[in-house]
C-alpha cells in the first residue's frame, strides 16, 4: 500500500466550478501537509501548508485536513483556465521544511476549461 | 537571476554518453536535492545535500553522481545510462528545518535513446 494515496485524473471542470483535489494517507503521524501546484514543463511550486487538522484559505483556494479520516482536500473556487496544472500533495511528520522527509502523492492534473 | 535555475531544460543522450545537469539556487538555502519525476509516478529523492554534505542517497544507482562543491551549486552526472532513466530530474533547495517548503527548479527533461 502507497503511503500517501492521490487520483491522477485527468479532471476537466468548465471555467467557474468548484475544484476538490484530494489525498489519503496511511501514516497517522503525518502532520505537516503541503499543496504544490506544478505547469506544464515547470517544476512544482508550493501552493498552501497547514498543520495538524483544520482549514487554511488563501484567495480562491482552502486546504483542508482531516486526520481522524487520514484525509487531505484542497478546494479552488472560481476556477480559471489559469489554474490547470498537476496538483501534488505532500506530508511529514515533522512541522518544518525538510525535502528528505516529505512523502508526495503522484499528483492530479487538472484542466479548467474555458 | 532568481529562484532555482537548472541546464539544460532538455536533453538527449545515447547510452554510452556521460552529461552533466547544473543547478543553481539564488534563496540564500542550505539543503539542495535531486528529484526523479516520472508519469504517473510519486517524485522520487534521489540525493539530499545539506551544508554541502551528502545526508542522504536514496539507492541510486551508480550511474549517477551527484556533486555539490558549494551551498548553491549541485550537480548531477550520467554516464552509461538506461533508457528507464528517462524522466524530467528536479533540483531542490530548502532552508533545513524551517517552515516554507521546498523550492523547485524547471528540471531537465532527459530522454535516454
Known amino acids: 500500500q502507497k503511503e500517501v494515496e492521490q487520483d491522477p485524473g485527468p479532471l476537466s471542470v468548465p471555467e467557474g466550478a468548484i475544484v476538490s483535489l484530494n489525498c489519503t494517507y496511511s501514516n497517522s503521524a503525518f502532520q505537516y501537509f503541503m499543496w504544490y501546484r506544478q505547469y506544464s514543463r515547470k517544476g512544482p511550486e508550493l501552493l498552501m501548508y497547514t498543520y495538524s487538522s483544520g482549514n487554511k484559505e488563501d484567495g480562491r483556494f482552502t486546504a483542508q485536513v482531516d486526520k481522524s479520516s487520514k484525509y487531505i482536500s484542497l478546494f479552488i473556487r472560481d476556477s480559471q483556465p489559469s489554474d490547470s496544472a498537476t496538483y501534488l500533495c505532500a506530508m511529514s511528520v515533522e512541522f518544518v521544511t525538510s525535502g528528505s522527509r516529505l512523502t508526495f502523492g503522484e499528483g492530479t492534473q487538472l484542466t479548467v476549461n474555458p | 537571476e532568481t529562484g532555482v535555475t537548472q541546464t539544460p531544460r532538455h536533453l538527449v543522450m545515447g547510452m554510452t554518453n556521460k552529461k552533466s545537469l547544473k543547478c543553481e539556487q539564488h534563496l540564500g538555502h542550505n539543503a539542495m536535492y535531486w528529484y526523479k519525476q516520472s508519469a504517473k509516478k510519486p517524485l522520487e529523492l534521489m540525493f539530499v545535500?545539506?551544508?554541502?554534505?551528502?545526508?542522504e542517497n536514496n539507492s541510486v544507482p551508480s550511474r549517477f553522481s551527484p556533486e555539490c562543491p558549494n551551498s548553491s551549486h549541485l550537480f548531477l552526472h550520467l554516464h552509461t545510462l538506461q533508457p528507464e532513466d528517462s524522466a524530467l530530474y528536479l533540483c531542490?533547495?530548502?532552508?533545513?528545518?524551517?517552515?516554507?517548503?521546498?523550492?523547485f527548479g524547471s528540471g531537465t527533461q532527459l530522454s535516454v535513446l
Open positions: 545535500y545539506s551544508l554541502e554534505e551528502r545526508v
Open positions: 531542490a533547495s530548502s532552508q533545513e528545518d524551517r517552515r516554507g517548503g521546498l523550492f
